[in-house]
């Protein structure tokens, strides 16, 4: 199994920032593309940023230029930097990692917990 852990969420004003992390561990045999999503009350869960093994990334239309994803392989780390945060920021953001746990098994998505998120005055 792979757990993820999720730490860095709290209360923010607007303009803030915040830097959110998760971790990987387990049983991990290599590691795909990794993100973050949101769901704010009363919405559906949407992608927020993604990093793939690679690299490349994609963002949001509605954090671009504000949010920038990152990750550190050695330590199966996923981060999210959130600068300039508004109002319409304020979710739980949960943490997706994309693993393999054995070579002849198949990629998998796995999910954080979440961690909420507040932008308010």
């Known amino acids: 199994q792979v757990q993820l852990v999720e730490s860095g969420g709290g209360l923010v004003q607007p303009g803030g920032s915040l830097r959110l992390s998760c971790v990987a561990s387990?049983?991990?045999?290599?590691?795909?593309?990794m993100g973050w999503y949101r769901q704010a009350p009363g919405k559906q869960r949407e992608l927020v940023a993604v990093i793939g093994s690679g690299g490349s990334t994609n963002y949001a239309d509605s954090v671009k230029g504000r949010f920038t994803v990152s990750r550190d392989n050695a330590k199966n780390t996923v981060y999210l930097q959130m600068n300039s945060l508004k109002a319409e920021d304020t979710a739980v953001y949960y943490c997706n990692v994309n693993a393999k746990e054995i070579a002849a098994f198949p990629t998998r998505a796995y999910w954080g917990q979440g961690t909420q998120v507040t932008v308010s005055s």
């Open positions: 387990g049983s991990i045999f290599s590691i795909a593309a």
